[in-house]
C-alpha cells in the first residue's frame, strides 16, 4: 500500500494502528518499555531466573528465531505454555531435520506416546529436555491437554510424511504436511485461556495463516535444507 492507503486504512482501523504502534515500541525500545507494562518481568526471562522456567525462556532465545519477542511479549497467562508448546514442536523438529537418525527410528519416536528426547545426544535442547518436560507438568490440564493432543497430531503427521517427502509430492501433500506441522495449537491455547472464541469467522483463514507460517520457514530453509541432504520443496512445483 502506499502512504495515502496506509493513512486511510489505519484511519478506519485505529484499535489496529495503537496495537501497532504498541508492539513496535516494544521491540525497539525495550528498556523504556519495562517500566509499567506487563512484559516488564516477562521479557528476558527476569521473572523465572534459577528456574526450569528461566532454561526454557533460555533455549526459546536461542532456538526461536523471530518468534522468540512475539512469545516474550505474550500475556503471561500464556507465554509461558506457549513457550513449551514452541519448544516441544522444536525438539520434534530437530529430530525430523537430522539426517544421521534413520527414516525408522524417527518414525517411531514421532508416534512414541512418550517420547524421551533427552537420548538424542547431538542437541542441547533435547539434552536438557527434562526442564521442558517439568514446566510441561505445572500447567493447567487444559493446556498440557491441548499440546498434547496437538504434538500427537503433528507427530503422526510427520512419520506420515518423513517418507513421502524425500520422493515425488504433489503441492496437496506439501499442503497438508505443512499443515500437520504447523497445527492449530495456538488457537487451541487462546481459546483455553478464553481470550478469544475461535468458533466465530472463518476457520480457512485461521489454517492459511498457520500454512503461510510454515511455508515461510521452509522458503527462508531451502538452500540450507538443500546442503543439509533434505527436500521440503514439493516436486510437482
Request: glycine share 6%; charged share 25%; aromatic share 10%.
Amino acid at each position: 500500500m502506499d502512504l495515502a492507503s496506509d493513512a486511510l486504512y489505519f484511519a478506519l482501523r485505529p484499535q489496529q494502528l495503537r496495537s501497532l504502534l504498541q508492539l513496535s515500541a516494544l521491540f525497539l525500545y525495550p528498556a523504556s518499555s519495562q517500566t509499567n507494562s506487563h512484559h516488564s518481568q516477562l521479557q528476558h526471562g527476569l521473572t523465572y531466573e534459577a528456574t526450569t522456567a528461566g532454561v526454557c525462556f533460555d533455549y526459546l532465545r536461542k532456538t526461536g528465531r523471530s518468534l522468540r519477542p512475539v512469545i516474550e511479549a505474550l500475556h503471561p497467562e500464556l507465554a509461558l505454555p506457549i513457550c513449551i508448546f514452541y519448544l516441544i514442536l522444536r525438539g520434534l523438529d530437530t529430530i525430523e531435520d537430522d539426517v544421521s537418525i534413520p527414516v525408522g527410528r524417527k518414525r517411531s519416536i514421532f508416534t512414541a506416546p512418550s517420547v524421551q528426547f533427552k537420548e538424542e545426544k547431538d542437541r542441547d535442547l533435547l539434552v536438557d529436555f527434562n526442564n521442558v518436560n517439568a514446566e510441561f507438568k505445572k500447567m493447567k490440564s487444559a493446556y498440557q491437554k491441548a499440546i498434547g493432543e496437538v504434538t500427537g497430531i503433528m507427530g503422526h503427521g510427520m512419520a506420515d510424511f518423513i517418507q513421502s517427502m524425500e520422493g515425488d509430492t504433489t503441492v496437496g501433500e506439501y499442503d497438508l504436511y505443512c499443515w500437520y506441522v504447523a497445527g492449530d495449537g495456538l488457537t487451541r491455547l487462546f481459546t483455553e485461556a478464553e481470550f478469544v472464541d475461535f468458533t466465530i469467522g472463518d476457520s480457512n483463514l485461521h489454517k492459511s495463516m498457520g500454512l503461510m507460517l510454515y511455508k515461510n520457514n521452509i522458503i527462508r530453509d531451502v538452500w540450507e535444507d538443500h546442503c543439509d541432504g533434505r527436500r521440503l520443496w514439493p516436486q510437482e512445483a
